[in-house]
């Protein structure tokens, strides 16, 4: 059955669902904040600095206009974690359909919050569901076989928003687990800086291997303390997205990090690309909810001391390696 939906955010993933949705037979509308952006994908239907040769279908409106959510019967948030806020405060103006998806990854700086939490503060009542997992969007554009998750507490709108997103290549699972989801969409960015700078510093596939199971255990770390199920992050919203993060050349936390083992300045890292790292403000994020619910998480604080307080890859990973020495499994989160 065709469905009107809106698309907010014109990014690469933006564009990637737009085109997904259109595919399953769906009607719809891409927002994107900027003009000259929207101007480009008019023209050209593609966006050739982000994702070259990923062409919306003509049928695709491409608007800068907000009031376009009256039109939809889903919105799909899909703008950065930063903006989301913002972008959503701006959405309640309207007469917005009550049908709402989360595609955005990220904690909220100032409060920690999920991005679910940010949407329901904003939009008041409205039924939510998050898409999470291992997704490239070169490679979900290219109809590589991928499987991701979709969450929502309430069961029927889990499956309802999975219907409205599943395809032949782009398979997609139903979870409940809302908070263990967004946790591990948003906290794999971090981890991944950290998989990138072990790659930058050539430290070799043992370090890498190391770090990774070490990450997932933090993941569950914060998990357990904020509420989250522990075999969520077993699934595929928490190692399956860690591992793509960590390993695809497509990544931008992987490159980040990749970057900054090699000595770059992480000012001019940014400077240079086109898409949002949002590892980069997620670390921040995660760092602060760490010391406010005393959750032990070493590499959270060690990708944090290398953006923010001006450590080298070299000197954190000295540091951790001279930590006390400890059992392997540790849940008490201290």
């Known amino acids: 059955m065709e469905r009107r939906v809106v698309v907010l955010g014109g990014g690469a993933w933006g564009i990637t669902l737009s085109i997904l949705l259109h595919r399953n037979g769906h009607r719809v509308i891409l927002w994107t904040r900027s003009g000259d952006k929207a101007l480009l994908l008019q023209s050209r239907r593609e ?62 700086i100032e409060t920690g919050k999920r991005m679910s939490q940010v949407l329901q503060e904003e939009l008041g009542q409205v039924q939510i569901a998050v898409l999470s997992g291992p997704s490239i969007a070169r490679e979900v554009v290219e109809e590589v076989p991928t499987s991701v998750v979709m969450a929502s507490r ?10 409205l ?18 946790l591990g969409g948003a906290l794999k960015n971090v981890m ?45 919203s928490g190692m399956g997205d860690l591992i793509v993060t960590a390993f695809s050349r497509h990544s931008r936390n992987r490159h980040v990090g990749e970057a900054l083992g090699e000595g770059a300045p992480l000012e001019r890292i940014l400077a240079g690309m086109t898409m ?17 619910h ?13 953006l923010y307080e001006g450590k080298t890859p070299q000197e954190v990973l000295k540091s951790l390696l001279e930590r006390q020495l400890r059992v392997e499994f540790d849940f008490s989160g201290r």
């Open 47 to 108: 966006d050739p600095g982000r994702l070259p040769g990923a062409y919306l279908p003509e049928s695709v409106e491409i608007t800068t206009d907000l009031s376009c959510v009256e039109e939809g019967d889903y919105v799909v948030f899909v703008v950065p974690s930063h903006a989301l806020r913002e972008v959503a405060s701006r959405v309640a103006e309207y007469r917005y359909p009550a049908k709402v998806i989360s595609a955005t990854k990220g904690l909220e």
């Open 154 to 163: 309430d069961e029927a709108y889990a499956w309802e928003t999975q219907a």
């Open 165 to 182: 997103f599943h395809g032949e290549w782009f398979r997609v699972y139903v979870q409940q687990d809302v908070v263990g989801v967004e």
């Open 192 to 236: 991944a800086i950290a998989a990138g700078m072990v790659d930058g510093m050539g430290l070799g596939i043992n370090a890498k291997s190391a770090l990774l199971t070490r990450a997932l255990h933090e993941m569950v770390q914060f998990g357990l303390r904020l509420g989250a199920e522990p075999m969520t992050f077993a699934g595929l």
């Open 276 to 292: 949002v790292a949002e590892g980069v403000k997620t670390t921040e994020a995660a760092f602060r909810l760490s010391v406010k």
């Open 294 to 306: 005393g959750i032990r998480a070493p590499l959270t604080h060690a990708v944090h001391a290398v």
